[in-house]
């Protein structure tokens, strides 16, 4: 029978102790999950969202930040620097989900729409954060949760896709930029996560049936992806950059 066990999950005690971390779209779903997590592992949290913070935040910091506003990130990361001293790690979370519909249907405003979250937003998030990232006793870190449809296609998700594939692209170029730096930059893939997002667009039988093409037959659930973002901000990954790793029970293998 499927199972979304998780008493297997281990902290790794301090990994994160010293860091800064900044997540982006930290409110609610994956965003949250990753924040809490990174906290959990030992690190300063700060929270980016345009929506307000959950109600238990924990130690967690939020601030409202809209990312595809030059002005409103520039400023966030800006009061980040100063209040706890750089930033060590940033992970791009924010992006816009979609319903579907035919990309003959598609106007240049919607994909514009999608493009200044999901591509430009981390894009803005990352040229602020640069200096900080570079000067990191850490190595500084991007992480970049991109989408395993740039594998799949989704169909009738043409602006969400493309600009998933774009930050997805901009994770290469970032990883060879950045390496003389010694920045590690990554992107992540997650499954189909039970979050607040994805049940917007998809019932039980789409979880079921995406869940059905996995080798290990488990719910991924907000912590399994979480672990993989925090391994990747933490000493271990050290020499792993320019990557894109899938977190989804082996329904894709890349």
């Known amino acids: 029978m499927p199972r979304s066990d998780q008493s297997d999950i281990?902290?790794?005690?301090?990994?994160?102790?010293?860091?800064?971390?900044?997540?982006?779209?930290?409110?609610?779903?994956?965003?949250?999950?990753?924040?809490?997590?990174?906290?959990?592992?030992?690190?300063?949290?700060?929270?980016?969202?345009?929506?307000?913070?959950?109600?238990?935040?924990?130690?967690?910091?939020?601030?409202?930040?809209?990312?595809?506003?030059?002005?409103?990130?520039?400023?966030?990361?800006?009061?980040?620097?100063?209040?706890?001293?750089?930033?060590?790690?940033?992970?791009?979370?924010?992006?816009?989900?979609?319903?579907?519909?035919?990309?003959?249907?598609?106007?240049?405003?919607?994909?514009?729409?999608?493009?200044?979250?999901?591509?430009?937003?981390?894009?803005?998030?990352?040229?602020?954060?640069?200096?900080?990232?570079?000067?990191?006793?850490?190595?500084?870190?991007?992480?970049?949760?991109?989408?395993?449809?740039?594998f799949t296609g989704g169909a009738g998700l043409v602006g969400y896709v493309a600009s998933k594939g774009a930050l997805m692209g901009m994770t290469r170029v970032m990883a060879r930029e950045f390496g003389e730096h010694r920045i590690c930059v990554n992107a992540v893939i997650p499954a189909q996560v039970d979050t607040p997002g994805t049940r917007a667009h998809s019932d039980d039988d789409v979880f079921r049936k995406t869940m059905s093409a996995q080798v290990i037959q488990d719910f991924v659930t907000p912590d399994d992806f979480a672990g993989l973002v925090a391994f990747l901000a933490g000493p271990d990954a050290r020499m792993i950059t320019g990557q894109s790793i899938v977190c989804d029970g082996g329904g894709l293998f890349h």
């Open 10 to 150: 281990r902290l790794s005690d301090g990994r994160l102790a010293g860091r800064v971390v900044v997540v982006t779209g930290a409110a609610a779903g994956l965003g949250e999950g990753i924040a809490r997590r990174m906290s959990a592992e030992g690190a300063t949290v700060v929270g980016l969202d345009v929506a307000p913070p959950p109600g238990d935040a924990g130690a967690i910091v939020y601030l409202e930040c809209d990312v595809a506003d030059p002005d409103s990130v520039s400023a966030s990361i800006a009061e980040v620097a100063d209040r706890f001293g750089g930033v060590d790690v940033v992970v791009n979370n924010a992006g816009l989900l979609s319903g579907r519909a035919s990309l003959l249907e598609a106007t240049p405003q919607e994909l514009h729409r999608y493009f200044s979250v999901n591509a430009v937003g981390a894009l803005l998030v990352v040229q602020a954060a640069f200096p900080h990232l570079r000067d990191s006793a850490h190595r500084g870190r991007i992480i970049n949760v991109a989408s395993r449809t740039f």
